[in-house]
C-alpha cells in the first residue's frame, strides 16, 4: 500500500521568502512521486514529478524537488516566491505496479504569499 | 485541443435526486479516473477504468456507480444524491504505464465539477 503525508495544511511566506512544502511518502515498491498546483476553482496541473534517475527534479515556475529515500521524503522549494505562487499544493505517488495507475493524494498544503 | 472535459460545472440537487456527471478526453487515455475533493482530505478515489467496457472502484465508491462505454468518455452518476455527496468532483485521464516506459503515470484533469446537495 501507498500513502502520502502532507505535513502543514497552511503554509504562509512573505514575498520573496523561501517557500518549503513537505510531503513524506510511503511505499513498498519504488515510487512515482508528483506535485500538483489548484489555483482557485480550476483543475490540478502538474508542477514536476519523479520517476527515476536524478533525485533533484525541476518543474515549472521555478520550483523543484528531491528525493530521498533514506528520509521518504519528497519535500518542494522555490528559492523566492511570488505573490502568483498561492495556491494549494498536493504531493502524490503511485508505481509502475499499482494497478490502474492510481495516484494517492496527500492532504494539501495552503500557500499564502504575503506582499 | 481540450484536454479534459467535465460536464457540468455547478449542480445542486435535492436529497434523493440522481444525477450524472458526463467526463470526456481527447487524448486517447486508455485510463480515466473520477475523484472527489474535500476540504482537509485531499483527493479522494472513487473509481477508474483502465480501458473501455471496464471500470474499478477506488477508495470510495458508495453511493456512485461509473460507466465507460467509450473510452473517450467515463460517466459518474449519482443514484440517490445525500447531503454528504456535496463535494467537487474532479475526472482524470493518464497512459497506461504498462505500453511505454515513457508513461510515468501523470493524470491529466478536469476543472472539475462542483455539486451541493441539499
Known amino acids: 500500500a501507498q500513502s502520502v503525508t502532507q505535513l502543514g495544511s497552511h503554509v504562509s511566506v512573505s514575498e520573496g521568502a523561501l517557500v518549503l512544502l513537505r510531503c513524506n511518502y510511503s511505499?513498498?515498491?519504488?515510487?512515482?512521486l508528483f506535485w500538483y498546483v489548484q489555483y482557485p476553482n480550476q483543475g490540478l496541473q502538474l508542477l514536476l514529478k519523479?520517476?527515476?534517475?536524478?533525485?533533484l527534479v525541476k518543474g515549472i515556475n521555478g520550483f523543484e524537488a528531491e528525493f530521498k529515500k533514506s528520509e521518504t521524503s519528497f519535500h518542494l522549494t522555490k528559492p523566492s516566491a511570488h505573490m502568483s505562487d498561492a495556491a494549494e499544493y498536493f504531493c502524490?505517488?503511485?508505481?509502475?505496479?499499482?494497478?490502474?495507475?492510481?495516484?494517492?493524494f496527500g492532504q494539501g498544503t495552503e500557500l499564502s504569499v504575503k506582499p | 485541443n481540450a484536454g479534459v472535459t467535465q460536464t457540468p460545472k455547478f449542480r445542486v440537487l435535492k436529497t434523493g435526486q440522481s444525477m450524472t456527471l458526463l467526463c470526456a478526453q481527447d487524448?486517447?487515455?486508455?485510463?480515466m479516473y473520477w475523484y472527489r475533493q474535500d476540504p482537509g482530505m485531499g483527493l479522494r478515489l472513487i473509481h477508474y477504468?483502465?480501458?473501455?467496457?471496464?471500470?474499478a472502484k477506488g477508495e470510495v465508491p458508495d453511493g456512485y456507480n461509473v460507466s465507460r462505454l467509450k473510452k473517450q468518455n467515463f460517466l459518474l452518476g449519482l443514484e440517490s444524491a445525500a447531503p454528504s455527496q456535496t463535494s467537487v468532483y474532479f475526472c482524470?485521464?493518464?497512459?497506461?504505464?504498462?505500453?511505454?516506459?515513457?508513461?510515468?503515470?501523470?493524470?491529466?484533469f478536469g476543472e472539475g465539477s462542483r455539486l451541493t446537495v441539499l
Open positions: 487524448m486517447n487515455h486508455e485510463y
Open positions: 519523479y520517476t527515476t534517475g536524478a533525485t
Open positions: 477504468s483502465v480501458g473501455e467496457g471496464t471500470t
Open positions: 502524490a505517488v503511485t508505481s509502475w505496479y499499482n494497478q490502474g495507475g492510481k495516484l494517492i
Open positions: 511505499s513498498s515498491v519504488p515510487p512515482y
Open positions: 482524470a485521464s493518464s497512459w497506461n504505464m504498462g505500453q511505454a516506459f515513457s508513461n510515468t503515470g501523470e493524470l491529466f
